[in-house]
């Protein structure tokens, strides 16, 4: 047990609809990430988040948002779903507590996503 | 760009065998972070072990090892005396240091380890 825990495990919806995707980071992480992982583009960086603030951008999408709560746990927004979204979704988190500090990130167990 | 390279779609292995799985990575930056990551069929992401690139000695954490060749730019991963829940994917990440920001994990496209008894 990594310590992140993520929500729903698992979620099934329909082309066109929006979900939500919760994340708590570990006690004491300041950073949280979210990856995709899908079989056509493997695991791909989407947004950090490092105490409530946007601090890097990867391949997401303008469909896609995100934010980091006051309580440091994470939402990520999908939205006008497409039969593409659908893929595992992780949250990780970390330390990060200087620039610099090349800290490991540990991964929360996925929220799977199938559009349907 | 940072790039992470795994040739091995997939490797087989005998129960306590040792097995190496190829990583190399390219990157224009001198500090940089190397991390190995296992994911079981069961989907999550473990971490196993992280390798610095100022790091005088390879990593090592318990039958985890990094071969870590600086000059040729790979990390390879080392497991030794395999065991069946060893079977999984394997993934290697990179991360440069933060210029001007956190950066993230770059991953590279796995190899698939099966340990048979």
């Known amino acids: 047990d990594s310590g992140v825990t993520q929500t729903p495990k698992h979620l099934i919806t329909a082309t066109g609809q929006r979900v939500t995707l919760r994340c708590s980071p570990r006690?004491?992480?300041?950073?949280v990430y979210w990856y995709q992982q899908s079989l056509d583009q493997g695991l791909q960086f989407l947004i950090q988040y490092y105490n409530g603030e946007e601090r890097a951008k990867g391949n997401i999408l303008e469909r896609f948002s995100a934010q980091q709560f006051p309580d440091l746990h994470s939402e990520l927004n999908l939205s006008s779903l497409e039969l593409g979204d659908s893929a595992l979704y992780f949250c990780?988190?970390?330390?990060?507590?200087?620039?610099?500090?090349?800290?490991?990130?540990?991964f929360g167990p996925g929220t799977r996503l199938t559009v349907t | 760009a940072q790039k992470i390279t795994q040739t091995q779609p997939g490797m087989f292995v005998q129960e306590k065998e040792a097995v190496t799985l190829d990583c190399t990575y390219d990157?224009?930056?001198?500090?940089?972070?190397l991390f190995w990551y296992k994911q079981p069929s069961s989907g999550e992401m473990i971490f196993l072990i992280y390798q610095g690139s100022y790091d005088q000695q390879n990593a090592t954490e318990g039958r985890y090892s990094l071969n870590f060749q600086k000059a040729r730019k790979s990390a390879n991963l080392v497991i030794s005396a395999s065991q069946l829940g060893d079977s999984a994917m394997y993934f290697c990440a990179m991360r440069e240091a933060p210029v001007q920001g956190f950066q993230k994990l770059v991953f590279g496209t796995g190899t698939r380890l099966l340990v048979s008894p």
């Open positions: 006690s004491g992480d300041l950073s």
């Open positions: 990157t224009s930056d001198p500090s940089y972070g």
């Open positions: 990780a988190s970390s330390v990060e507590a200087d620039l610099g500090l090349l800290d490991e990130q540990y």
